[in-house]
């Protein structure tokens, strides 16, 4: 029942709306079937399946809007449901920002539909978690492990003929291996569409490697070093910088895409020349729905960051129509373009350094520079002429995402790897000068 | 559309938070309606009771919930948004085969509910065959028909929207007149009716009830491209409406205003603007050693990343080694009965029964009565907080009553309780402290903050920063963010003001688990300082 087909969608929106009695209605049909494994200590801990489908309707009059939502589709349901929002938006307070609702709406093709994910069974959950615990137990390590995969669909309609329909299935898998001693710790994970393409038995392996290669770990003084960060790393501080990229915080001054004396940093190079970070719905490698969550506009590809140069920043329908400039939602995926090397070749090329398997905790410490700190965590080697050396404690960091992509040293393959609720393909970056400030006995 | 649903909640917080979002969109007025009787929900547990017994469970408890939230946010003179949502079923839970199995619906029928307690025992059965440590509980004593409420004054969720949207535009227009160049205000308000079950013959019907009220200011300095934020010295905190009547006995008056157990957003949105435009010309603190004197606001964070988290038991034994982390406090740390967690002035003690905290209930999520314990004594770390199948693991057979679930969809298990840190047991105010350091920094507020995995070392900034010389006062500062270790930061602890100075402070959304669960806790402590603590300059420039 979570899954309804694009006709049974429609149907159930086009009568929803034949309901309102509003100047312009919208309503938006949503549903989900999740499953996930949790395991640790090499034992599974828990397990679930949740099941939830959602009619959310908008009424409209004016500035004012109410928003009502329910989980029966019967006529008198249906009716019941819009008659709730009517009633909600007239007590509600004008929304000074409030802008019309779209019209009829473009919306890219976008496969992101595997049939393996949508079958996935409680038992291919179970023997995914046994594949990874065996994996351990047989190098005698302990696996802390977690699974969840997705089945889903959006489907959108509005008084104004807007219509859409988007299915989707995701699997996330991460893994943290630690060896028996407390000494040796590795991390990996998978993001995948395609749960066909994800095996946790392999990618357990990995993290494996890393926690008995990362035992008795030596103390390198804090300061500057050149670092290998793996997708997952990266991501972590290239995240914290898209979720902070604007145009609205940029224009009032409170950003650290904030011009100074006004206006916003759009035109500027601030990073890297190679620096190209984009988004696009109908990227075959994180397909991602084809319109913005709150108001449905479509979304197109977009560079947000393009030859290092600043290209375009997120703007509000609201915000565009106070400066006349275009308005252009937020992705809902990040794709960061690399280099053809694997992180093998990147360590190759570095005579000093240190590889970083992961971040973590990063939290903003000042906004004007961007300025964030966090921690290396679960793989953390010092490199030397080519090779890995030794293992080394974990650092704590202090260092702003947008230095770091003005030190690139060479580029990696992108990778796809979860991240802030989305998918996004981002690559291993070799980087100088990168500003470790402490040291954290943490393993 | 596959996640669980957030809102971007920037400007708010310190550097913005995602804040999670259940249930459905309904109206105010449903919000303030009665739930489903209580004898109704007796009947549907004896349901699930009986049902679950006769598929073969060893052990039993239901959870009956309605959860419900109210967030109105504004900016300047706007409303931007206003959320109302409900959220309504049954999560159950049950031992079978010696193995936990959990299941949930919102079908509130005897059939829905039935027919969840029938798929929880197949999920324990099921999980039975990769799990090799059977599930040991605590014993719990059944207390039969009982009930409990948060000692509110005025429900929160019952004061009229209109009165919220003209207090809060009362609260922007008092900074924008003091010169902010922003200001986002906010009131989040949740109601827990929580209704549980468990085959030991307990009933327990609980109302708990949250309140929170963060406002962010920020000062803009267009020519220079500068910019500052300050974040309002409220807390989050387990009462009703009456936080914020401001009570002129709660206020206490000293380099800002700082507040007891009422809050006055209208004043200290006033003098948010005036500090936020004075951060702009702020000296940059000059790095090195300094002794800290640190505000409660400011400490309870630091208390709850650095002592709250790593006596969590779940997280020492490695239940949460994949997410949130382990912890240095280990098993053979505190079995020695010598490990110097902090010096002999430092005492932190878990309590689920103070009024007006976060973590405030008469019974947890698996029907332990709320009690007081100690963590850590004369510097001696002695307990950790832990759940029914947790204490075993310790040589203890009666449970903390650490159990939590943030929704009747999501399974219980350990979380935090309210940790706190003694005050001192000698007069000593605030100004003596001050007076008796030679360089160091007074910090006010919640500001930056990251710890390690294992919660050794950690960051922290701050909302307000004062540079203290020769046991005065000197100047506001800016920049600042220090950094320690756990064992060495809490035994560097050399004085802690008396009990006139002691309230508390909490956090709403604590995130652990996964899937992640959020949790609501509240961190008392009075004023302390801590000696020598390496303080590091954050100012970067980026271009």
């Given at each position: 029942m979570a899954i309804l087909s694009r006709s049974e969608a429609k149907r159930i929106l086009d009568k929803v709306l034949k309901y309102s009695k509003a100047e312009a209605a919208s309503a938006q049909l949503t549903g989900a079937e999740t499953g996930n494994i949790r395991y640790a200590r090499n034992s599974v801990s828990t397990s679930g399946v949740v099941n939830d489908i959602e009619l959310a309707v908008e009424a409209r009059f004016g500035k004012k809007s109410g928003i009502a939502t329910i989980n029966e589709f019967s006529d008198a349901s249906l009716e019941k449901v819009m008659r709730r929002a009517e009633e909600l938006a007239k007590l509600s307070p004008d929304n000074p920002e409030a802008m019309p609702l779209l019209g009829k709406q473009k919306y890219m093709s976008v496969d992101g539909f595997a049939k393996s994910t949508a079958d996935m069974t409680p038992d291919q959950r179970a023997k995914a978690a046994a594949d990874s615990i065996i994996a351990a137990k047989e190098k005698k390590v302990v696996a802390a492990g977690y699974l969840e995969d997705a089945r889903s669909f959006a489907a959108v309609a509005n008084t104004n003929g807007l219509f859409g329909y988007h299915a989707a299935t995701s699997a996330n898998f991460t893994v943290t291996m630690r060896t028996e001693n407390g000494l040796g710790s590795g991390w990996a994970q998978s993001d995948v569409s395609d749960f066909a393409a994800m095996d946790t038995g392999s990618v357990s392996g990995v993290a494996i490697d890393k926690a008995v290669m990362s035992q008795e770990a030596r103390a390198l003084e804090p300061g500057k070093y050149t670092v290998i960060l793996e997708p997952s790393a990266v991501s972590g501080l290239v995240g914290f910088m898209m979720w902070n990229y604007d145009a609205r915080s940029a224009d009032e001054g409170r950003s650290f895409m904030s011009k100074k004396g006004g206006g916003n940093r759009i035109g500027e190079k601030m990073f890297d020349k190679r620096v190209h970070i984009y988004s696009d719905p109908a990227d075959l490698n994180v397909p991602a729905?084809?319109?913005?969550?709150?108001?449905?506009m479509a979304l197109e590809r977009v560079d947000w960051i393009k030859d290092g140069v600043v290209q375009n920043l997120p703007r509000s329908r609201y915000w565009a129509s106070q400066s006349e400039e275009k308005a252009i939602p937020q992705g809902n995926n990040l794709i960061m373009v690399g280099g053809d090397k694997s992180t093998a070749e990147l360590i190759k090329n570095t005579r000093r350094g240190v590889l970083v398997t992961r971040t973590w905790y990063i939290r903003m410490v000042d906004p004007q520079s961007l300025l964030l700190t966090g921690l290396t965590r679960d793989g953390t080697f010092y490199i030397e002429n080519g090779k890995i050396k030794y293992p080394i404690k974990n650092f704590r960091f202090n260092e702003s995402p947008v230095i770091m992509l003005n030190n690139i040293e060479e580029m990696g393959r992108a990778e796809r790897v979860g991240m802030w609720g989305y998918s996004a393909m981002i690559p291993a970056l070799k980087v100088r000068d990168f500003t470790f400030s402490s040291l954290s006995d943490a393993v | 559309m596959d996640r669980r649903k957030f809102l971007k909640l920037a400007g708010v917080g310190a550097g913005g938070i995602m804040l999670p979002v259940y249930g459905v969109p309904v109206s105010a007025a449903q919000l303030a309606s009665n739930g489903m009787d209580v004898g109704q929900k007796k009947v549907l547990a004896d349901v699930v009771l009986n049902t679950a017994r006769k598929a073969g469970a060893s052990y039993t408890d239901v959870r009956i919930g309605r959860y419900l939230n109210q967030f109105v946010m504004t900016r300047e003179t706007n409303v931007e948004n206003i959320v109302n949502t409900e959220s309504f079923g049954a999560g159950i839970r049950v031992i079978a085969n010696g193995t936990w199995g959990f299941a949930a619906t919102n079908d509130l029928t005897p059939d829905g509910v039935a027919r969840a307690a029938r798929q929880a025992v197949a999920v324990a059965r099921a999980n039975a065959k990769y799990q090799s440590e059977p599930v040991q509980l605590a014993p719990v004593k059944g207390v039969g028909e009982v009930s409990w409420q948060t000692p509110i004054q005025k429900n929160a969720i019952q004061v009229p929207i209109s009165e919220k949207v003209d207090y809060l535009m009362e609260v922007n227009n008092s900074a924008l007149n003091a010169g902010a160049s922003f200001i986002n205000s906010a009131l989040y308000l949740v109601n827990e009716q929580k209704y549980f079950a468990s085959s030991d013959g307990s009933y327990i019907d609980q109302d708990v009830h949250r309140l929170w009220a963060p406002m962010q200011v920020t000062a803009v300095d267009k020519k220079s491209g500068v910019f500052k934020t300050r974040d309002g010295l409220s807390t989050p905190v387990g009462l009703g409406y009456e936080y914020l009547d401001g009570r002129e006995e709660d206020k206490i008056h000293g380099q800002t205003t700082l507040y007891k157990d009422s809050y006055d957003m209208v004043e200290d949105a006033q003098l948010a603007a005036e500090q936020a435009k004075a951060k702009l010309s702020a000296k940059s603190i000059e790095p090195g050693k300094y002794d800290l004197v640190l505000e409660p606001l400011h400490l309870r964070l630091t208390i709850h990343e650095s002592v709250g988290h790593p006596l969590e038991l779940d997280r020492v034994l490695g239940y949460e080694a994949n997410y949130a982390g382990t912890s240095f406090a280990t098993l053979d740390k505190w079995r020695s009965g010598k490990f110097k967690y902090g010096s002999d002035k430092v005492n932190f003690f878990a309590d689920r029964t103070q009024p007006g905290s976060l973590g405030a209930v008469g019974y947890d999520d698996e029907g332990v009565q709320a009690k007081r314990w100690d963590l850590v004594k004369d510097g001696i770390l002695v307990n950790y907080q832990a759940t029914r199948d947790q204490v075993h693991m310790i040589d203890?057979?009666?449970?903390?009553?650490c159990s939590y679930a943030d929704s009747w969809s999501s399974v219980q298990f350990q979380r935090m309780p309210n940790v706190s840190l003694a005050p001192g047991k000698?007069?000593?105010s605030v100004k003596d402290m001050i007076r008796d350091v030679e360089k160091g920094i007074y910090i006010l507020g919640r500001g930056s903050y990251s710890i390690d995995q294992q919660r050794y070392n950690f960051q922290f900034g701050g909302q307000l920063f004062y540079e203290i010389k020769n046991g005065e006062i000197v100047g506001q500062v800016e920049d600042v963010a220090y950094q320690s270790n756990t064992q060495e930061f809490w035994n560097s602890c050399s004085a802690i003001c008396d009990e006139s100075d002691y309230r508390l402070g909490g956090t709403f959304f604590d995130g652990k688990g996964q899937p992640s669960q959020v949790s609501a806790v509240s961190h008392g402590c009075a004023t302390s300082r801590f000696d020598q603590i390496n303080v590091i300059n954050t100012k970067r420039k980026i271009s």
């Open positions: 729905m084809p319109w913005a969550e709150d108001d449905h | 203890q057979n009666e449970s903390h009553g000698e007069k000593y």
